[in-house]
């Protein structure tokens, strides 16, 4: 059975940093671009970042760029989403998403395979 499982989301004070993790089961995340999305309350899904399958080129939205990164452990068939200095506008959940598209994108079209999502609000 295919499927993504995200964790790592909580409470944070603005300025914090959390981990989210993209573990999948039934197949194995090298060979998928993965992407990771956020929906806050009352708004669209967004795109916020992702890692292609085959030279591992990034990309990460303007309202994110040089607070978060992203990468794999191919060992841990698991993707991260490191988030630093986080603002209450991060507030959301974050889904990861999976597809055989070799490229990074963050067009939800293009993922087939999505995670239940991991709750990240950033309060004091």
């Known amino acids: 059975q295919v499927q993504l499982v995200e964790s790592g989301g909580g409470l944070v004070q603005p300025g914090g940093s959390l981990r989210l993790s993209c573990a999948a089961s039934g197949f194995t995340l090298d060979y998928y671009a993965i992407g990771w999305f956020r929906q806050a309350p009352g708004k669209e899904r967004e795109g916020v970042s992702c890692?292609?399958?085959?030279?591992?080129?990034?990309y990460f939205a303007d309202s994110v760029k040089s607070r978060f990164t992203i990468s794999r452990d191919n060992a841990k068939n698991t993707v991260y989403l490191q988030m630093n200095s986080l603002k209450p506008e991060d507030t959301a959940v974050y889904y990861c998403?999976?597809?055989?598209?070799?490229?990074?994108?963050?067009?939800?079209?293009?993922?087939?395979?999505w995670g239940q999502g991991t709750q990240v609000t950033v309060s004091s």
């Open positions: 890692i292609s399958s085959g030279d591992g080129s990034t």
């Open positions: 998403a999976a597809d055989t598209y070799p490229l990074c994108t963050v067009s939800e079209l293009l993922y087939g395979y």
